[in-house]
């Protein structure tokens, strides 16, 4: 089992900054790859960022440029930098953690972005 906690959420003015953190703890050697999802109400959740094992990430368009996924593994953290922050980032934020046939789950963090 894997458990992951998410934290780093909060109301933001459009253009501010945010950082997300994801500590994990349990099976973590087993993972394969972490990533940020997000889920704004009325729509799908949706992959923002992602990094694997290796450290290759891969990012959604509309954060591109944006957003930046990282890794700490002696914390045994993920964190995703978010800047230049626009309204239509505002949504829960989950970390989610891969293991071969098997998705972990955070409780999920809330960034709202408004003036």
């Known amino acids: 089992q894997v458990q992951l906690v998410e934290s780093g959420g909060g109301l933001v003015q459009p253009g501010g900054s945010l950082r997300l953190s994801c500590a994990a703890s349990?099976?973590?050697?087993?993972?394969?790859?972490w990533g940020w999802y997000r889920q704004a109400p009325g729509n799908q959740r949706e992959l923002v960022a992602a990094?694997?094992?290796?450290?290759?990430?891969n990012y959604a368009d509309s954060v591109k440029g944006r957003f930046t996924i990282s890794r700490d593994n002696t914390k045994n953290t993920v964190y995703l930098q978010m800047n230049s922050l626009k309204p239509e980032d505002t949504a829960v934020y989950y970390c989610?953690?891969?293991?071969?046939?098997?998705?972990?789950w955070g409780q999920g963090t809330q960034v709202t972005v408004s003036s």
């Open positions: 989610n953690a891969k293991r071969i046939a098997v998705d972990y």
């Open positions: 990094i694997t094992r290796r450290g290759s990430t």
């Open positions: 349990g099976s973590i050697f087993s993972i394969n790859a």
